[in-house]
């Protein structure tokens, strides 16, 4: 029997998308900026650079409307960032995992161009088309060679309409297949020989690329692909209270789309998440005093997000609703323990010696042995 891939109910409402496109979840402030906004813009862009970086960073508009943050970080990042996009060089966001990359370049194309959909998703099998353009076969085959048979790739849109094209992971392409995109970048053109025609890009066209700094060595970059990039380092939070407020607001958003109970304010919970992986991110505890070990996995923020949110689920299917130690403590084992081998040891170190010692910590490690045992 043939398997139907229609949906059988089609989401009614934008509400039920699981996860909607950041122009969609925040459109109204796109709009209130776009209506606000009297600096200058470039070709085809939605908003001035000005307002692009508002939009990414939170603030308050003239007439009240309030900006939510989106981006957690140094403002002058997301100020060279969004200027590189007004510029003839394509930017490349670079970071270790979880710093927001794909968040941010997901957020700047939805400011910038008011679409965030023309995505390249690289892997090690991303092939020249998904960068350049395929072919409808049995159009092909019915009439030959023709612009109506041509699949165009979303870079190939962008450039046509003078939009901004995103490619995720782009050193997980294959070297040869990342060089299709020098033509585009320098040349700003497409061309397409077996129709003896081109694409050239309009203004307005750029493209955003993300790479992992831990992929480096996979598929390095070409120096001549590298130039025709901007990079923009992406940090890691600066400080645990960063930190604690990017987790709280992105659990909360992340929590109402899943009817969970709201965040409490000042929960503890949030806090010893935050404050295990960086200690065990960085080798050191907060106070400097004491050296721990540090485990094989990333414990980035985007994994605290997911411990806290996974914490609250069991909070309010299985407890009282209320966010308690017992419900992150799973998660927490999880994240840190990817290598039963060596990261179960380096846990329990990090347990004994320091959860254990400090103060007002006791139902933490309370449950974090009995997850442990
Ligand atoms: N500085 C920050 N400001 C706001 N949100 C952040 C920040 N750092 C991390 N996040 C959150 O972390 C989550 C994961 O981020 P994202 O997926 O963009 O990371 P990434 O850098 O693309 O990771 P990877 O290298 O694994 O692809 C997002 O939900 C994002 O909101
Ligand atoms: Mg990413």
Redesign the pocket.
């Known amino acids: 029997m043939p398997v139907s891939v229609e949906p059988t109910t089609a989401p009614s409402t934008p509400a039920e998308v699981l996860r909607p496109h950041a122009e969609d979840a925040f459109g109204a402030e796109l709009a209130a900026l776009a209506v606000q906004d009297d600096r200058p813009r470039p070709a085809r862009w939605r908003l001035s650079p000005w307002a692009v970086a508002t939009y990414l960073l939170g603030g308050a508009l003239p007439d009240g409307t309030v900006i939510t943050?989106?981006?957690?970080?140094p403002r002058r990042v997301v100020e060279v960032a969004v200027s590189t996009l007004a510029t003839d060089r394509a930017l490349l966001?670079l970071?270790?995992?979880?710093?927001?990359?794909?968040?941010?370049?997901?957020h700047l194309a939805a400011a910038v161009s008011g679409d965030s959909t023309l995505l390249v998703q690289g892997t090690a099998g991303t092939p020249e088309e998904a960068i350049r353009y395929g072919w409808n076969y049995a159009q092909l085959l019915a009439r030959g060679p023709s612009r109506e048979a041509l699949v165009p790739s979303p870079v190939m849109r962008a450039m046509a309409e003078g939009m901004t094209a995103r490619v995720?992971?782009l050193t997980r392409i294959p070297a040869d297949v990342q060089d299709t995109l020098i033509t585009v970048l320098s040349e700003k053109t497409l061309p397409i020989p077996e129709l003896g025609q081109e694409v050239q890009a309009v203004g307005g066209f750029n493209l955003i690329a993300?790479a992992?700094d831990?992929d480096r060595g996979v598929n390095e970059l070409s120096s001549a692909l590298r130039r025709r990039f901007n990079t923009v380092v992406?940090p890691l939070?600066e400080s645990a209270e960063?930190e604690v407020e990017?987790v709280t607001?992105?659990v909360d958003q992340?929590g109402r789309s899943l009817d969970l109970p709201p965040v409490p304010v000042g929960v503890d919970e949030i806090r010893r998440v935050v404050t295990v992986f960086r200690e065990l991110r960085d080798g050191l505890t907060s106070d400097g005093r004491t050296k721990v070990k540090s485990p094989s996995g990333t414990l980035?923020?985007?994994e605290a997000?997911s411990v806290v949110t996974g914490g609250l689920a069991l909070s309010a299917h299985f407890g009282d609703g209320v966010l308690r130690p017992g419900d992150v403590a799973a998660g927490v084992l999880g994240a840190v323990v990817r290598d039963p081998a060596t990261d179960r040891v380096v846990w329990q170190e990090y347990l004994e010696t320091v959860v254990r010692e400090r103060e007002g910590w006791q139902d933490f490690y309370r449950a974090c042995r009995e997850i442990s045992a």
């Open positions: 943050p989106k981006y957690v970080g966001l970071g270790v995992p979880g710093t927001a990359k794909t968040w941010v370049s997901e995720e992971e993300t992992n831990r992406l939070p960063a990017i607001r992105r992340i980035s923020t985007a997000i």
